[in-house]
């Protein structure tokens, strides 16, 4: 049984989900320019959600969250591992199948319960059509995600990590090809989603074959291991549903006010960027190593993985949360002003962008607490927490939007997320050693801290220099380079200074096999 690398993992999957989520900005960026915040740009944004939205239920989310576990058991027993994910796969496809019918038919209500405010305007219509050429990306990119789910089991992240890239290479084919071919933007990339989510399976499914297990889908039958499944999986729905409501309200208030949908949505992509890279990255491969630490009885192990995930989380996500509150402004004007997107969206969407700065903290920490409860096939108790976060997330949302306006969704996001984190963590206190922090990330955790304050002093000072060049057709990237990489540098330096980190703790990392 090959084993899992537990740093060496989270820098494979993050290295190259950081290159799928800059080539993401460059999409979005180029999107922004080509349809601005206007009627297209936000159709295309709720036609391309509503997919990704089911996609919370069975790719990365409730589904996977379910089948990994049970996979990495039986692959750590040798108890027909492969058969077992046959089953799943055949299972699985035969849902999809069917949802994407029946979401074809009722398109136009799906739209109303994502943005009733577009019903009566051109946006409506336009959403209807866009959602019923992206919807079957769902089937695509679910299947996709039990390859991945497979391969990352078996401690092979390559493949999995690097499929998202290929989605965005097609994308900015697609930009690209557009207007020298004479397409209309709009409808070139919504055919483009489909199409990226068949690419994305056949990437993953040929990996999956090359390392050894043939993922052919059988013929759907209820077995005793897929009714586990259910079982297990039925709960983790509830909870996908619960944070698909807690999206829904978010769009709902956004939908009442003109642009708001592209602003919080291009604030979103920016902050996915670095909870993307870690969150992703610790998710996807905390998940097995627990279940199969936990088969084996290793405590002991189990506790230095959570540990480890939980230091390299807050010692990336802690700094990018701080530049986004700090320096949300330069950010976004640089990224996102250009063509059809201009300074007033620039200020919205930085305000939307501090704000989900403020929990970036919590969606990663979630991220590393969730798999203390899914290794052990618990997903009754994240639905309850999910279920409290959703409670908070819809008051603060809805009642704050008289008065604060679109933003309102933006608070309500971030204080829920704190909410969900404070309650997992809460929770995991009854499940002994192995969900205790070790001495080594409570000595750091403080250190960090210090180290993310002093880098964004620095950066608050000198975007205040640059804010002319900043603003500046000519002068915005090289500023904005020269921002970036003084807050690394003056982060870097002031983390090994205060002990946040040593060189030594990636080396063994790296060697040594967890």
Not at 28 to 42: N, Y
Request: aromatic letters at 10%; charged letters at 10%.
């Amino acid at each position: 049984m090959k084993p899992i690398r537990l740093i060496q993992g989270f820098l494979t999957v993050g290295s190259w989900t950081m290159m799928s989520r800059v080539l993401g900005l460059v999409r979005d960026a180029w999107i922004a320019a080509a349809l601005g915040t206007g009627p297209v740009a936000q159709a295309f944004i709720i036609a391309f959600s509503l997919p990704n939205m089911f996609r919370r239920f069975f790719a990365e989310g409730a589904f996977n969250m379910a089948f990994v576990p049970m996979f990495a058991k039986r692959l750590e027993g040798g108890e027909n591992a492969e058969g077992f994910a046959r089953d799943a796969m055949g299972g699985l496809a035969t849902v999809l199948i069917a949802l994407t019918i029946v979401a074809q038919l009722f398109m136009p209500a799906l739209i109303w319960a994502m943005a009733s405010g577009y019903v009566g305007d051109e946006r409506f219509d336009l959403s209807v059509g866009f959602g019923r050429v992206a919807f079957p990306y769902i089937l695509f990119i679910s299947l996709a995600a039990l390859c991945s789910g497979v391969l990352n089991a078996t401690g092979r992240f390559a493949a999995a990590a690097a499929a998202p890239v290929l989605l965005n290479v097609l994308f900015l084919t697609a930009l690209a090809l557009a207007p020298v071919l004479g397409w209309d933007a709009g409808w070139t990339l919504v055919w483009t989603v489909p199409i990226a989510g068949l690419a994305q399976l056949a990437l993953v499914w040929v990996a999956t074959q090359k390392a050894g297990i043939s993922l052919v889908p059988r013929r759907p039958r209820l077995t005793p291991e897929l009714r586990r499944l259910a079982i297990i999986a039925a709960p983790a729905m509830l909870t996908g549903g619960v944070i698909q409501v807690n999206l829904l309200v978010g769009r709902q208030v956004a939908s009442y006010y003109d642009g708001a949908v592209a602003w919080l949505y291009n604030a979103d992509r920016l902050y996915q960027l670095p909870l993307g890279v870690v969150a992703i990255a610790i998710g996807i491969v905390l998940l097995p190593d627990l279940s199969r630490r936990l088969k084996s009885g290793d405590v002991g192990g189990s506790r230095h993985a959570l540990s480890r995930a939980a230091e390299f989380a807050l010692f990336l996500t802690l700094p990018a949360a701080v530049a986004l509150v700090v320096i949300p402004g330069p950010l976004i004007s640089v990224i996102f002003e250009r063509g059809a997107f201009d300074a007033a969206d620039t200020a919205q969407t930085a305000l939307a962008l501090a704000i989900y700065g403020i929990g970036l903290p919590a969606f990663v920490l979630q991220k590393v607490l969730q798999p203390l409860y899914f290794a052990r096939e618990n997903t009754k108790t994240p639905f309850y927490y999910a279920v409290v976060s959703m409670v908070v997330n819809a008051v603060l949302a809805i009642g704050l939007a008289p008065f604060l306006g679109f933003i309102s969704a933006a608070i309500g996001t971030t204080i829920a997320g704190w909410a969900m984190t404070w309650q997992l963590w809460r929770g995991s206190r009854r499940m002994g050693e192995a969900a205790d922090p070790d001495n080594r990330l409570l000595a750091r955790l403080p250190r960090v801290v210090i180290a993310s304050l002093a880098m964004g002093v620095i950066l608050w000072g000198l975007s205040g220099l640059l804010s002319p060049q900043i603003s500046a057709a000519g002068h915005r990237y090289w500023a904005l380079a020269v921002l970036v990489l003084a807050g690394i540098t003056v982060y870097g330096v002031a983390a090994y200074a205060v002990g946040a980190f040593r060189m030594a703790d990636f080396r063994a990392g790296l060697s040594r096999q967890r």
